[in-house]
């Protein structure tokens, strides 16, 4: 019993306007390393130290858990900072290739249906919780790049060859009990641990398509933006919180991708009903802490730089958004713990996910009983470090 329907356009269809190349720069975390009105809140967000309290959610053990999630990705792959390194380094390298493949050599048969499936079943083996396929549209390329090293912010050119004419969106679950806790610390170590398993995912799948004699560039939050690509692969829809809504895991996920030569047939794009539901909705905007996503229908207005023109959706407001992580001593996801998608899989919730596609007439009925079972508080930091017997 499928819950989505495949639709003809992919991102396109919330495009109103001309897209502009986005210079990456004016991403939200990129803005303290240069904007004069963000340096403040960089200092705050990014070089205060945080101790721990004696409060459920935020004691030393809280914060150990979120350290060791990040690990992978900011010593081995820093997407966050612009990549390029590490698991997301654009080249075949490294000593060690094993087995090694003998230079030159490439599968000759140019059967995209075969790779597409290579690609899927390889995605999921390293991690994947999702992989989608596209045509790489190369507006959504950033023009140009922005890294952050130790020295500080720097502008950089963002060429990709004509030849990567595809990209492969690939989605990581996040923990829904830790979720659950957000704004304290374990949602944070589930987005730490989100971003881990992106840069190992995407490392992986990049070199096994190098293994095949093609090209390929991983990326987590860098190089391109994830959610319209992850909208072309038909990884899901956009929603109100600004996030990618997927129908299996909602907005709980992390997206990374590869960019690659290797010829593949793209995945069709998919709806499920996400837009009504969120037209009437509106529990992220009312749950935010910092009222940083809009009420109503959506609109092409930006509210600053960091957002995209030419896109009608609900933008978020990235200014109020962090700084509220800044006062809050970690991140946030009450907009993904909120959100009625975001359920792990089971009949009952399987069953509300096929009427919200299939019957948006109930969806006044669905959104009730959500608030009735109690879903979308904020879940018992405590209770989340017991083991389940
Ligand atoms: S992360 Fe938190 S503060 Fe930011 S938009 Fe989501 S709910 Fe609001
Ligand atoms: S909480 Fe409601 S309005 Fe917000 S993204 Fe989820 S479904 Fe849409």
Redesign the pocket.
Same mark, same amino acid.
């Given at each position: 019993m499928k819950s989505y329907r495949v639709v003809e356009q992919g991102a396109e269809r919330y495009v109103v306007g001309k897209i502009e190349p986005y210079n990456q720069k004016n991403e939200m975390f990129k803005r303290p390393f240069w904007d004069p009105r963000m340096l403040d809140l960089g200092e705050r967000f990014y070089r205060t130290p945080v101790l721990p309290k004696d409060k459920p959610g935020y004691r030393l053990q809280d914060q150990s858990l979120v350290n060791a999630s990040w690990r992978l990705e900011n010593e081995f792959a820093r997407g966050v900072r612009g990549g390029r390194m590490g698991f997301y380094d654009w080249k075949w390298g490294g000593l060690y290739n094993y087995p090694r493949v003998p230079p030159g050599l490439s599968i000759t048969e140019n059967d995209p249906i075969s790779n597409a499936c290579g690609i899927k079943k390889a995605g999921s083996f390293f991690g994947a919780s999702m992989v989608g396929i596209c045509k790489l549209d190369r507006r959504w390329l950033y023009s140009p790049a922005y890294l952050i090293s130790s020295e500080g912010g720097q502008t950089v050119d963002n060429d990709i060859p004509d030849e990567f004419k595809y990209a492969i969106a690939i989605a990581v679950e996040m923990d829904y009990e830790a979720i659950n806790c957000?704004?304290a610390h374990a949602a944070s170590a589930a987005t730490g641990a989100g971003y881990s398993r992106m840069a190992f995912t995407a490392g992986l799948l990049a070199q096994y398509i190098r293994g095949l004699g093609y090209q390929a560039i991983p990326c987590g939050n860098d190089t391109a933006c994830s959610i319209p690509i992850a909208i072309d692969a038909g990884l899901g829809e956009i929603a109100r919180?600004?996030?990618l809504i997927t129908p299996q895991f909602g907005p709980r996920v992390r997206l990374a991708k590869v960019l690659t030569d290797l010829p593949l047939l793209p995945d069709q794009p998919i709806e499920f009903g996400v837009r009504d539901f969120c037209m009437m909705c509106e529990k992220?905007a009312k749950?935010?802490?910092?009222?940083?996503?809009p009420y109503g229908i959506p609109d092409d207005t930006p509210h600053n730089i960091s957002n995209r023109e030419g896109v009608l959706t609900w933008h978020? %407001?990235?200014e109020? !958004?962090?700084n509220?992580?800044a006062v %809050?001593g970690t991140? !946030?996801?009450?907009?993904?713990?909120?959100c009625p998608f975001n359920k792990p899989a089971g009949r009952l919730h399987d069953g509300v996910r096929w009427g919200i596609a299939n019957t948006p007439w109930l969806n006044r009925l669905f959104l009730w009983g959500d608030d009735l079972l109690g879903y979308g508080r904020k879940g018992d930091s405590d209770e989340f470090w017991k083991l389940d017997t």
């Open positions: 957000s704004p919180n600004g996030l992220c749950k935010c802490p910092s009222q940083s996503i978020i %407001n990235a109020t !958004c962090l509220f992580w %809050n991140d !946030c996801s009450n907009c993904i713990r909120t």
